[in-house]
């Protein structure tokens, strides 16, 4: 129960802090010492020319004086830093220019937490590692701090929660979660798209796909696990899904 009262309080000042303190902060220099923690744990920053290296960097930066990061139970390091802003960058890199409007925090849990919020260990309802505020709490992320390596492992394969959580923020953009984001999906490809989630939710369904079974709870939900599979395995994806892979190429606007 101290949990849920510690992690509610904390997410009440954020909404509080946020309201009065809207105001960017100055986007500091990029740490030298982050480049080898990003070289070492994100493998797309390390597929980047030096060039786009630093504009990732930028990006990365820009992010961090936009929107404020904070904890509950433990305090946050560097790591978890990049880990949260390069989930931030990935998925809108090859914009010319990205601004996450509709988010003012991310609050970082240390482990999965349940429906009320709370993350006591002895819960066994604790399933949820990442999640997108509403109401009250509109313009909040919560992250499971454990969920955020495991999404920069190798080990994780095609999943990436906090990849996920900035992907259904950037479908949020036109005012609703609906899988159909017009910030990427050009109008004349909306009902192409609509068709193609729903062949592949369909074949998820059916257990003939390897696209995670989450994925087939909605078209929402569709979008942002198959973004983490875009993002985490590309090549797999072009060999197991060319149609998909092709449409949210050009989605994300990647080379």
């Known amino acids: 129960m101290t949990y849920i009262i510690i992690a509610f309080v ?12 809207t105001r960017k902060k100055p986007v500091e220099p990029f740490p030298k010492p982050w480049h080898d923690l990003l ?12 060039v786009d290296q630093k504009r ?13 990061l904070d904890s509950v139970g433990f305090e946050l390091n560097d790591l978890d830093k990049i880990l949260i802003a390069s989930s931030a960058v990935i998925p809108v890199f090859n914009f010319a220019e990205w601004h996450y409007h509709n988010l003012s925090t991310v609050l ?7 429906e009320d919020l709370g993350f006591d260990e002895t819960d066994k309802k604790r399933h949820i590692s990442g999640v997108v505020g509403n109401g009250r709490f509109e313009k909040q992320m919560i992250l499971s701090r454990k969920a955020l390596h495991h999404g920069f492992h190798p080990s994780s394969h095609k999943t990436n929660t906090a990849v996920h959580e900035f992907v259904h923020l950037i479908d949020k953009m036109d005012g609703i979660t609906d899988g159909v984001p017009e910030r990427l999906v050009a109008r004349p490809y909306i009902i192409p ?5 729903h062949k592949e939710m369909e074949a998820i369904n059916d257990n003939k796909s390897d696209i995670r079974n ?3 709870t909605n078209e929402a ?5 198959a973004s983490e599979y875009f993002f985490e395995q590309p090549k797999l994806m072009k060999k197991k899904h060319p149609e998909l892979y092709k449409m949210l190429k050009s989605c994300f606007r990647t080379p």
């Open 10 to 21: 904390a997410l009440v000042g954020f909404v509080i802090f946020a309201f009065f303190f």
């Open 39 to 50: 070289l070492e744990h994100v493998e797309y920053y390390s597929q980047l020319s030096k």
């Open 56 to 68: 990732f960097q930028q990006r990365m930066m820009l992010f961090l004086s936009e929107v404020y």
């Open 108 to 114: 970082v849990y240390p482990e999965d937490f349940n």
């Open 193 to 197: 798209w609509l068709k193609l989630i």
């Open 214 to 216: 989450y994925g087939g």
């Open 221 to 225: 939900e569709f979008l942002a696990v």
